[in-house]
């Protein structure tokens, strides 16, 4: 999924709601333009209850409908426009959630479309699903070439993934549930973007991931053991999957224990950082363990993007998330890497991963967390308030008579009502991230300012044209504030796989090691020749490029001349 569009689309949308006072007022609601309720409140009506114990598979051929689909063997192709349909029985009332085995035809754009169940979208999420395409290295090649290495070209790969429904937003942070009742039921897939083969579709009964302590106790029953051989690294830079191209790993020389290391040299060493910051990128890696059994996970990481915050990532195993705990690892603000077991934030306790023998996935997947909540309100809040203000610049004007009553008390009945209920819930957001940080932070500055202009125009509904311009541009500030939440950068240089008792080396430098980088760095600075790329360890010939621009620029220049 290509998620620097549609994380420029939610930019988009949400520049439009912070100025939407220059557009003619809204005239539908949200559930009208998407056909169906919000999530939130078709999950409140119907439960997460699970339906039959049993899964249901669908497979992709076996429909009852379609349009512009097309049939080789076992497999369905479904590309824009196209839809399928399919019925199938349920035994028992229930909410479940659902799978799709497929696989990405290369070179396409954003992979959309809507999902119907019996001829109806259930809720607006339903009405724009996207799913993933995946690319790896071409090759790695530059980890061969002497000197600064050059970034490796992306490559699309067509592959089998089984991936559950998420919503586009990312502000759920669990698959969609949708509710079923027991009997005959029909299942609609319409594709609005690219191509896709599918193999099934499966309905999965919904129902909450277990804690850690159910899984672990679960695994310990059935004899597992926890793995006692020597520790197994995995290069962050090695990752066998990423589901954007701009995932490709980076050169990171600020410590003197990034590996592989030099200390001026532009050394790939790492994957991430602020490229990999926007909600459902994923990186998966490849690691092959000697025996099964359960494994303790640290990662080597840095987050300095966020000062005062945290990112926010999903950890799956072999395409699941293990455990609650799992789907909201939280990595916090260092300038410094940290290195640290996977642990429970409360009690400390550090967690155990059950691995098979053999070649296992593990992946992060960029997420909300606990702010795709508070996130959601947020943005419901700035829709209302522009609203708001529409209303009142109606009567007002932009620039509103300082010394006039405008009587908007007798004029707009309801506005006083609404923007009190807005700043209720403004507070009750408040808390929430107080809850979470448990300190002051930018965000409350944020919404303490808009709480306070919602004040005083509530306290003083006669002296509005004191305050309108002081509302709008708290409001404008909170758009802003929702845009920058949505940014959970993270950089990884390696994670580890080890057994219970293995101490940890030192994530960065001491003063000794630290020191030496900066010298060793400083004199690197007049010996290393930074306008001379290599393209590989036995390069005879060189080409002389003029560039007005910097290395960092001839690089991005360079990648799309070789892509």
């Known amino acids: 999924m290509n998620h620097e569009k549609k994380y420029m689309f939610m930019i988009m949308t949400t520049s439009v709601l912070i100025f939407s006072v220059l557009l003619s007022p809204l005239k539908a609601s949200a559930s009208s333009v998407y056909g169906g309720k919000p999530y939130s409140e078709y999950i409140a009506e119907y439960g997460a209850k699970a339906g039959d114990s049993n899964p249901i ?119 969609l549930a949708f509710y079923l009742e027991s009997g005959e039921n029909t299942l609609t897939l319409e594709a609005t973007e690219s191509k896709i083969w599918l193999d099934t579709i499966s309905l999965i009964p919904a129902g909450p991931l277990t804690d850690y302590q159910t899984y672990i106790d679960h695994y310990r029953s059935e004899g597992a053991t926890g793995y006692t051989g020597e520790p197994i690294k995995v290069q962050g830079e090695d990752a ?179 923007l009190e209920e807005e700043k209720n819930s403004l507070k009750e957001v408040m808390e929430e991230i107080n809850g979470i940080s448990g300190s002051f932070t930018s965000s409350t500055a944020v919404l303490n300012m808009l709480i306070a202009n919602l004040d005083k125009m509530i306290e003083n509904p006669n002296k509005i044209g004191n305050y309108l311009a002081d509302f709008k541009r708290s409001v404008s500030d909170l758009g802003d504030w929702m845009i920058e939440t949505q940014q959970q950068p993270l950089e990884i240089d390696y994670f580890i796989l080890a057994a219970d008792g293995y101490t940890l080396p030192r994530a960065d430098g001491n003063f000794v090691q630290n020191f030496m980088h900066g010298i060793r760095a400083f004199l690197g600075s007049f010996t290393t020749d930074f306008n001379t790329n290599a393209s590989g360890e036995n390069a005879q010939k060189t080409i002389e490029v003029w560039i007005s621009a910097g290395r960092d620029q001839y690089d991005i220049l360079s990648r799309l001349v070789k892509e």
């Open 240 to 418: 066998a999957l990423k589901s954007s191209p701009s995932l490709y790993p980076i050169n990171d020389r600020t410590s003197p224990l990034t590996e592989p290391y030099h200390p001026s040299h532009i050394m790939l060493n790492a994957i991430g950082g602020y490229a990999w910051r926007f909600p459902g990128q994923e990186i998966v890696w490849e690691v092959e363990v000697p025996k099964a059994g359960l494994y303790k996970l640290a990662f080597k990481y840095k987050q300095s993007d966020i000062r005062g915050a945290f990112s926010t990532r999903r950890l799956a195993i072999n395409g699941k998330v293990p455990f609650t705990e799992a789907n909201d690892l939280r990595f916090p603000y260092h300038t410094k890497f940290s290195l640290s077991y996977l642990a429970d934030r409360k009690t400390g306790e550090e967690f155990y991963f059950y691995l098979n023998e053999g070649k296992n996935a593990v992946s992060l997947e960029a997420s909300l967390g606990v702010f795709g909540g508070i996130t959601s309100k947020v943005e419901n809040s700035v829709k209302n308030l522009n609203r708001a203000y529409q209303d009142i610049i109606v009567i007002t004007s932009t620039s509103p008579d300082k010394y006039r009553d405008y009587k908007l008390k007798t004029l707009i009945p309801d506005l006083y009502p609404r």
């Open 57 to 175: 598979v669908l497979r992709a051929v076996e429909y009852s409908e379609e349009v512009d689909t097309k049939r080789d063997g076992d497999y369905l192709l479904t590309g824009s426009p196209s839809s399928v349909t399919y019925r199938f029985f349920v035994p028992k009332s229930g909410s479940y959630h659902i799978f799709l085995r497929y696989k990405a035809v290369a070179g396409g754009g954003e992979i959309a479309g809507k999902l119907k169940i019996n001829s109806e979208i259930p809720f607006k999420e339903a009405e724009y699903i996207t799913l993933r395409r995946y690319y790896c290295d071409k090759d790695q090649k530059y980890k061969k070439q002497s000197g600064n290495q050059t970034f490796p070209t992306q490559v699309e790969i067509e592959t089998w993934i089984d991936a559950p429904l998420y919503s586009a937003d990312e502000y759920i942070n669990e698959p």
